[in-house]
């Protein structure tokens, strides 16, 4: 029997269960189970306890390999990573990167990476290597922003993961004009819309890649740029207006 094809969500949105982003992950999770026979599991970071790195590099010298920080959920959250594989980090964009609990999170993944000893980086790889065998895993980020569009503004953020996990190592699924998923109005019209995730997640469970036509179409708003613009004014309005 095959086993079962193992799946691990972190939500990275302080809203939980309210974020925006989330809900377009669970599409591409959907499309994922129509093809593959799927565990999820589904961890909001900001319930985890996650001390923040004390940058001692210990990870890199002394122990080598393992954080000198044992008394909180990052452990246990680890051998998740290596126990998985796929693993999606889900979270709207904030100031053009990551959330801040994301970005504490993703910085006690250090002792993953291999000790930097002056390596020159390969383009396309992890810039000083990952410490363990990432064979078969596949990693996404699945992200939103309130913009009208992803090209610039996701550069700084996927920067860093090129450096991470290297430039070919992972996905980036970039949802744009991301608001206009909190607006009941609209909540109909974006379900037809968030159905291309749940086709990519079928494509990605099928075969076991993305095409760059397919990353390409995840990226285009729902909504031409001016009707964007009066979606944006009213909804600022009634902010105001409470």
């Known amino acids: 029997m095959e086993k079962k ?19 377009v992950t669970r599409k591409f999770v959907d499309g994922l189970k129509l ?4 565990s999820v599991e589904e961890i909001n970071i900001s319930d985890l306890k996650i001390r923040q790195c004390l940058g001692c590099l210990s990870c890199w010298g002394r122990t080598e390999g393992e954080c000198v920080i044992h008394d909180d959920d990052m452990d246990g959250i680890k051998q998740k990573i290596l126990a998985a ?23 006690r993944l250090l002792s993953m990476m291999c000790t930097y000893r002056g ?9 000083h290597g990952i410490r363990y ?15 009208a569009q992803t090209d610039l503004i996701y550069e700084p953020l996927l920067a860093q993961y090129d450096c991470i996990c290297g430039r070919e190592n992972y ?20 379900e ?13 469970g099928t075969t076991g890649m993305l095409t760059e036509e397919t990353i390409r179409n995840l990226r285009v708003a729902p909504f031409n740029e001016r009707r964007f613009r009066l979606l944006l004014n009213k909804f600022w309005d009634d902010e105001k207006r409470g």
């Open 171 to 190: 996905y980036a699924l970039l949802c744009p004009q991301g608001k206009t998923m909190s607006i009941p109005e609209l909540y109909d019209r974006m």
């Open 85 to 107: 594989d796929v693993i999606i980090m889900s979270y709207p964009l904030y100031f053009f990167g990551m959330p801040g609990e994301v970005k504490v999170f993703t910085d």
């Open 119 to 127: 390596q020159s980086p390969v383009p396309g790889e992890s810039f």
């Open 35 to 38: 093809v593959k026979d799927c």
């Open 5 to 23: 094809y193992s799946v691990l969500v972190f939500n990275g949105s302080p809203r939980k269960e309210k974020s925006c982003t989330i809900r």
């Open 192 to 204: 037809g819309y968030l159905e291309k995730y749940v086709e990519a997640g079928k494509e990605f």
């Open 133 to 147: 065998d990432m064979t078969g895993k596949r990693f996404f980020i699945i992200s939103t922003c309130g913009y």
